[in-house]
């Protein structure tokens, strides 16, 4: 993965890149990024992952990293980029009535029907992601065949 500031001179890395996996990486108690914004994109990353429907590992992705890393790379150094980071921030997320706060801070509208109808979303979401690691295995390649056949 790229790690350097500059985004100009950067490239994206290729399918050959064997740097290794990303880093995951806990929240930093010195950082310079504000604890409210990091846990405010942490959410919204949960957030775009359920309605979008994406599978965990969508942040792991290295075009995804990039992003981040071009819009501000101090707030990319902070983002935990595992699915059992984003899997870990989801459950703690909804469990707590943190979710129901976030919420309405983006949009003061709702209502507690649409609270409801929302979670329901993501635990349709959650036996979605385990109906096909069951059935597919974790497999990205065969993943993305089997459901493209289907």
Same mark, same amino acid.
């Given at each position: 993965? =790229?790690?350097?500031?500059?985004?100009?001179?950067?490239?994206?890395?290729? !399918?050959? *890149? /064997?740097?290794?996996?990303?880093?995951?990486?806990?929240?930093?108690?010195?950082?310079? =990024?504000?604890?409210?914004? @990091? /846990?405010?994109?942490?959410?919204?990353? =949960?957030?775009?992952?359920?309605?979008?429907?994406?599978? +965990?590992?969508? +942040? #792991?992705?290295?075009? =995804?990293?990039?992003?981040?890393?071009?819009?501000?790379? #101090?707030?990319? !150094? #902070?983002?935990?980029?595992?699915? /059992?980071? @984003?899997?870990?921030?989801?459950?703690?997320?909804?469990?707590?009535? #943190?979710?129901?706060?976030?919420?309405? !801070?983006?949009?003061?509208? @709702?209502?507690?029907?649409?609270?409801?109808?929302?979670?329901?979303?993501?635990?349709?979401?959650?036996?979605?992601?385990?109906?096909?690691?069951?059935?597919?295995?974790?497999?990205?390649?065969?993943?993305?065949?089997?459901? *493209?056949?289907?």
């Amino acid at each position: 993965a =790229v790690l350097d500031k500059d985004s100009n001179n950067s490239t994206l890395p290729s !399918s050959a *890149d /064997t740097s290794g996996p990303p880093s995951y990486k806990r929240l930093r108690p010195n950082s310079n =990024v504000p604890r409210a914004k @990091i /846990t405010t994109l942490r959410d919204l990353n =949960v957030t775009s992952i359920v309605s979008a429907d994406l599978p +965990f590992v969508h +942040f #792991e992705n290295a075009y =995804v990293q990039q992003m981040f890393r071009y819009y501000n790379p #101090e707030v990319a !150094s #902070e983002i935990p980029w595992g699915r /059992t980071a @984003i899997r870990d921030r989801f459950d703690n997320f909804y469990r707590r009535r #943190e979710a129901l706060a976030f919420y309405w !801070s983006i949009s003061p509208e @709702i209502t507690d029907t649409d609270v409801k109808a929302q979670r329901m979303q993501y635990y349709g979401h959650i036996l979605n992601l385990a109906a096909r690691a069951f059935l597919f295995g974790t497999d990205k390649e065969v993943l993305e065949a089997k459901s *493209d056949f289907f």
